[in-house]
Each structure stands twice: as structure tokens, then as C-alpha cells.
């Protein structure tokens, strides 16, 4: 794998391969944990309006 250290491409070192791995899959775990936070908020706000009888005009009219 490659690296741009101050304007040098270079190999990454093992080290440093290693931990852009670690990294890569931590970003990748919290993508998918905020993607699944909005999914659930978006359901649950969904199963609220739906509770309340509210049209999507209604809702549109009521948040602006």
C-alpha cells in the first residue's frame, strides 16, 4: 500500500499498514452504526406520524 508522507509517495511500512487497516475498519463500523441510527430514526419517526393519523402534507405543514 501506498502513502503521500509531506509530498513523497511511498510504501507504507508494515506498521503503518497495520494501523490504516485498524482505521479503515473502525470508519467502516461507525458508517454503518449511523447509517443504522438514521434507518431507526426514520422508522420510528414514521411509526409516530402513522400513530397520529398525520398525511405527509400534514407533517410538511406542522415542521415547515
Not at 475498519?25 to 441510527?37: S, W
Given at each position: 500500500m501506498r502513502t503521500n508522507d509531506n509530498g513523497v509517495e511511498r510504501d507504507m511500512t508494515e506498521a503503518e499498514q497495520i494501523a490504516h487497516e485498524a482505521w479503515a475498519?473502525?470508519?467502516?463500523?461507525?458508517?454503518?452504526?449511523?447509517?443504522?441510527?438514521?434507518?431507526?430514526?426514520?422508522?420510528?419517526?414514521?411509526a409516530v406520524i402513522t400513530k397520529l393519523g398525520l398525511t405527509a402534507d400534514e407533517v410538511a405543514a406542522l415542521l415547515g
Open positions: 475498519k473502525l470508519a467502516q463500523a461507525e458508517a454503518k452504526a449511523q447509517a443504522k441510527a438514521a434507518a431507526d430514526k426514520a422508522t420510528a419517526r414514521q
